[in-house]
């Protein structure tokens, strides 16, 4: 069954370090996403992006934040200069359509010293 | 108005016993309403999911029951097992809303 992979699965960052957290969709989706997840909190949603452009992003997506689709199979999302509130666990996600099933990739968590 | 409230926080249920998840949202612009099922250090995996035409969606031990008039739309595990044990997040989405809102999340644990 085809998943979404996130790599890599760990990492440890020194504040102020910029950090490029990796994802491979789905091979057939066209709909890519993030969220992150702060430890016992609840999934929040980051940014969207289809058709090589952000279609939505949350107010947590400020400056620091962005995404690329550097070729047609990875989705990354690049952290300029991480601050200790970025450790989370961030999720990939995709979908095949726009309101569809939303596949989560495994995560990776970040930690930010 | 975009938010999702899920209760309990926790919930213990005995082997066999039936588990009930509630949340309940506000925006009437949602239109797609998943539940997802988190293991410690994974990600979130669909578990079933329920659009507003309908009032109710069953596959296997998992039910949806969805009041659109309430805004408010449940889960249900029925013969619980030790291996549902896990961290269930509701959420919303929809036409208009491409990113899904979750709940807080309820820790579900399953005592044999």
């Known amino acids: 069954e085809p998943e979404v992979t996130q790599t890599p699965s760990h990492q440890v960052t020194q504040m102020g370090q910029e950090v490029i957290l990796r994802c491979v969709p789905i091979s057939n989706h066209l709909y890519f996403y993030w969220y992150r997840q702060i430890l016992g909190q609840k999934v929040e949603f980051l940014v969207s992006?289809?058709?090589?452009?952000?279609?939505?992003k949350s107010e947590i997506f400020d400056d620091q934040f962005s995404v690329e689709r550097p070729d047609g199979s990875n989705f990354t999302l690049k952290i300029r200069s991480t601050k200790l509130e970025d450790s989370a666990m961030y999720f990939c996600a995709s979908s095949e359509e726009r309101v569809e099933t939303q596949y989560f990739g495994p995560g990776t968590r970040l930690l930010v010293l | 108005q975009q938010q999702v409230k899920q209760s309990p926080q926790s919930l213990i249920v005995q082997k066999g016993g039936i588990s009930i998840i509630n949340c309940a949202y506000e925006?009437?612009?949602?239109?797609?309403f998943p539940w997802y099922q988190q293991f410690p250090g994974k990600g979130p995996a669909l578990l079933i999911a329920?659009?507003?035409?309908?009032s109710e969606k069953k596959e296997g031990r998992f039910t949806i029951s969805f009041n659109k008039s309430a805004k408010q739309f449940s889960l249900h595990i029925m013969d619980s097992q030790p291996g549902d044990s896990a961290t269930y997040f509701c959420a919303a989405g929809g036409t208009s809303y491409g990113k899904l809102t979750f709940g807080q999340g309820t820790i579900l644990t399953v005592h044999p």
């Open positions: 992006f289809y058709n090589n452009e952000i279609s939505e």
């Open positions: 329920i659009r507003p035409d309908v």
């Open positions: 925006n009437t612009a949602f239109d797609y």
